[in-house]
Structure formats: structure tokens, C-alpha cells
């Protein structure tokens, strides 16, 4: 997902870009903004926390992309090519070491397992958004 800060700054082309050009497939997408029942439920797993609420807050406050991107290996890949929660210690070359200061402003969201992918999806698409296709290039990505 591409949080607010991303889109409202512009940076949703160049991380498309990123996801597309390394291969990975994306098979659903969208721009909404997330109500706080969503969003809510999406960071459940930081209910209590004390940034729980600015989290909420923050991702609800406009539009996000949601996407679900497909590929051998693609959650930890997508966790890498995001870099550290926080971009003061993110790595210069992925995304939050490249666009972001600030933990709270991150810029982007990754599934952190199979599992989480899997509700997340859940919250997010109903199974007709959900495209299956070939991309043209797969025999030169995969052996
Ligand atoms: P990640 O987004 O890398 O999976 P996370 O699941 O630990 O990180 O936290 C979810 C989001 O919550 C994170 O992207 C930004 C916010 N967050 C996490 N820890 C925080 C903290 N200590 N202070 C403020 N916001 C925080
Ligand atoms: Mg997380």
C-alpha cells in the first residue's frame, strides 16, 4: 500500500515503477481512502500501541493505493525493496531510505507474512478485483 504521504507527494509512479520493473505482477489495485474501520482492522495487530491512533489517523487522512502484487519471494522482497520502518534507518536505494524522514510518514505498507498477506487481501479486495494473467515477460524472469 501506498500510504497518503505517497500520493499526496507524488511518488506513486516511481514505486509503481520499482515494483513493475523488478518483475513483480500487479493483480489488483486501487486508490480509496480507508475509513477508520478498515484501517482499524488492517493495523490490528497495533491496537493499544501508543501510535496506534496517529496511525489510524494518518492512514485514513487520504487517499492510499492498495495493491496486491504477485511473484516468487515477493513479500520479502517488497519488505526489502521498502527498507526499515524507520527511513532514518532505511537503506539509501529502497523506498523509505530513498523518500522518507520520519517513521509516522513512511511513505509505503508491506505484508510481513503469508498470513498477513492473506488477511490483508481479505480486508482490502473482493476476489473479482483479483486479476490472473501472464505478463508477456515471465520466461525471461523465471527459470
Ligand atoms: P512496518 O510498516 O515496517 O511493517 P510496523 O508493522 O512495526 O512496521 O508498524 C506499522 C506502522 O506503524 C509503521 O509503518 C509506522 C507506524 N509505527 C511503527 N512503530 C512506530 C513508532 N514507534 N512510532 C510511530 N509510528 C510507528
Ligand atoms: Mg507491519
Redesign the pocket.
Known sequence: MIKPDGVQRGLVGRIIQRIEEKGFKIVAMRLSVMDKERAEKH?AE?AGKP?YGD?VEFITSGPSVQMVVEGKGVISAIRKMNGA?NPAEAAPGTIRGDFGIE??R?VI?GS?SPESAAREIALHFSDSEIFEYKRIDEPWLYE
Open positions: 493495523y497495533h501510535f496511525l520502518t517513521t509516522g513512511n505498507h510481513d
